[in-house]
């Protein structure tokens, strides 16, 4: 079997997130499959009700040869919409439980969601049962961090990671005795 191709990040990036049920413990292939399947979907369908639509995520990057193309940028399409630009970030999952779904913000996608949060430009789009053409879903939800999705939204993540430099700063080391 083929390997799925890996959408092409900025470098000293992490790993890009994508919506994945908390019921199914995926593999890095089976995640990167249900990304890819969720970009692909989510480009049909924007291109059905927009006329002026660009992808520009890790996946265009690799599937179009664009090397404007990253996952830096927080979210996937750009879509020209009246005398504004709105900007998409895809979810994918291969659950179609619509009931509770979960997805997680990589750094580029919160930093966007919270640079665009005053407004409706930047938007998520939830693909459910991906891998299923039969049962495929198109959910337009709003930025979580916009007046109309806080309370839609509900943060279950483990925490935020800092990084810092111990030997920068004001701190003292605590003295041995």
Request: glycine share 6%; hydrophobic share 35%; aromatic share 8%.
């Given at each position: 079997?083929a390997?799925?191709?890996?959408?092409?990040?900025?470098?000293?990036?992490?790993?890009?997130?994508?919506?994945?049920?908390?019921?199914?413990?995926?593999?890095?292939?089976?995640?990167?499959?249900?990304?890819?399947?969720?970009?692909?979907?989510?480009?049909?369908w924007?291109?059905?009700?927009?006329?002026?639509?660009?992808?520009?995520?890790?996946?265009?990057?690799?599937?179009?040869?664009?090397?404007?193309?990253?996952?830096?940028?927080?979210?996937?399409?750009e879509?020209?919409?009246?005398?504004?630009?709105?900007?998409?970030?895809?979810?994918?999952?291969?659950e179609?439980?619509?009931?509770?779904?979960?997805?997680?913000?990589?750094?580029?996608?919160?930093?966007?969601?919270?640079?665009?949060?005053?407004?409706?430009?930047?938007?998520?789009?939830?693909?459910?049962?991906?891998?299923?053409?039969?049962?495929?879903?198109?959910?337009?939800?709003?930025?979580p961090?916009?007046?109309?999705?806080?309370?839609?939204?509900?943060?279950?993540?483990r925490?935020?990671?800092?990084?810092?430099?111990?030997?920068?700063?004001?701190?003292?080391?605590?003295?041995?005795?």
């Amino acid at each position: 079997m083929a390997s799925v191709p890996q959408p092409r990040r900025a470098p000293h990036t992490r790993t890009p997130r994508i919506v994945i049920s908390r019921k199914a413990q995926l593999s890095e292939e089976q995640k990167a499959a249900i990304g890819l399947v969720g970009e692909v979907s989510a480009r049909a369908w924007l291109e059905r009700r927009y006329s002026d639509v660009h992808w520009i995520s890790g996946y265009a990057a690799v599937l179009n040869e664009d090397a404007a193309a990253s996952d830096s940028h927080g979210y996937d399409f750009e879509v020209a919409y009246r005398s504004t630009t709105r900007l998409y970030e895809v979810k994918a999952t291969s659950e179609s439980d619509t009931e509770r779904m979960e997805f997680e913000l990589g750094v580029s996608e919160e930093r966007a969601a919270r640079e665009y949060a005053r407004g409706t430009r930047y938007r998520i789009l939830l693909i459910t049962s991906a891998l299923d053409p039969e049962r495929r879903q198109v959910l337009e939800l709003p930025n979580p961090f916009a007046a109309a999705g806080r309370d839609r939204f509900r943060v279950v993540g483990r925490g935020l990671r800092y990084q810092f430099s111990p030997t920068h700063g004001a701190s003292r080391p605590i003295s041995k005795k």
